[in-house]
């Protein structure tokens, strides 16, 4: 016992708290090693963030930095970089039709393929939300074209299958329906494109089941009770419960849906054709830069790209109070 507790002990003196505070801490002698200590982790854990700082800088902020000067100039890799301002922004949007054509065919490719993604994934996730028997065999089955869609393997068989004579044309014609080939066919060859997206919803498939999972039953019995049909039970129950879910899958499949490339260049063996109905952006930005040597234009549509798609997930951020429902939420 300290000097001081004994004396407000014995006298009956008072003492401050902070004194005895005061003599509750650590002597002096431990300060050495506990700053040691510290010190020891602190460098540890910038030791284990130094392969993370390195990518960061070297591989993510320092190109792109370089990339948006870059966009304002002039550059076709084989001589220094000219200056040239705003030149490629304006020719963007006033002088080359084949970007804005390229701006389009993507935006009806996300507003239209995005959507059906969502809807085909979240019908097979309730399916087999309810079926026990076999679930395991088709969530792999359903979920396994997801882990091959962006190959360039699948895009190859994609474009056998809906060519001239492919399967499906065979198939069709069967039926006495004859649309010929899809792959040549400039007002069939984007909905081809959107179905190969489409068919990809494995990854969205198994998100939507795990969200599914997480939403009470005792809330599909209280409804059920008071006599809502399986209409209003998913309208009033299962739609506000599941819509983080459905704004995180809303999110990444229009990221992912501006970022479509590998595909695109497979079934148009990288031209873009026909008629520049697969000619998205990126792909009219790759043909930019590799083909044509003008890097500081493909960085300026780079740019662009990088912006809408910035203001569209801003939007969404900014949207999702209205019809985003978090658990203990009181709005």
């Known amino acids: 016992m300290s000097t001081t507790a004994t ?14 505070f005061r003599r509750s801490r650590p002597e002096h002698g431990d300060r050495p ?16 963030l130094i392969p993370w700082l390195v990518g960061f800088f070297g591989l993510t902020l320092i190109p792109m930095a370089y990339s948006l000067y870059l966009s304002f100039t002039s550059y076709n890799i084989f001589s220094p970089p000219k200056w040239i301002g705003f030149d490629n922004y304006v020719r963007m949007f006033t002088t080359d039709p084949a970007f804005m054509q390229s701006a389009q065919i993507t935006l009806i490719y996300v507003l239209v393929g995005t959507p059906i993604t969502l809807a085909a994934a979240l019908t097979v ?26 190959s360039v393997s ?9 060519a001239n004579d492919g399967p499906v044309d065979n198939s069709l014609s069967f039926f006495g329906i004859d649309l010929g080939g899809w792959i040549g066919n400039p007002n069939l060859v984007l909905p081809a494109m959107i179905l190969l997206a ?17 939403i009470p039953k005792e809330l ?17 129950v299962t739609m506000p419960m599941l819509s983080p879910v459905i704004f995180f899958n809303l999110l990444l499949g229009l990221i992912g849906a501006f970022q479509v490339f590998a595909s695109a260049y497979i079934i148009s063996n990288g031209s873009g054709g026909p ?8 792909l009219y930005l790759y043909k930019r830069g590799f083909s044509d040597g003008q890097m500081g234009y493909a960085a300026a549509i780079a740019w662009v790209l990088l912006i809408v798609v910035a203001i569209i997930a801003f939007i ?3 949207t999702q109070r209205s019809w985003v429902h978090y658990a203990g939420d009181n709005r």
């Open 125 to 150: 996730a309730m399916l087999l939300n309810y079926r026990d028997k076999g679930a395991g065999f088709f969530r792999s089955a359903f979920y396994a074209p997801s882990l091959i869609g962006g």
């Open 275 to 282: 008629a520049g109905m697969t000619n998205f952006i990126t």
């Open 316 to 318: 969404l951020f900014r």
């Open 220 to 236: 599909y019995e209280a409804a059920e009770m008071d006599g809502a049909g399986a209409w209003h039970r998913f309208r009033a």
């Open 33 to 48: 090693g506990l700053r040691r200590r510290a010190m020891r982790e602190t460098v540890a854990g910038y030791g284990f």
């Open 154 to 162: 699948v895009a190859i068989v994609w474009r056998a299958m809906f």
């Open 7 to 20: 004396r407000v002990i014995v006298t009956g003196e008072k003492s401050s708290n902070r004194s005895l």
């Open 198 to 214: 489409v068919w990809q919803f494995g990854s969205t498939m198994v998100i939507f089941l795990a969200g599914l999972k997480q």
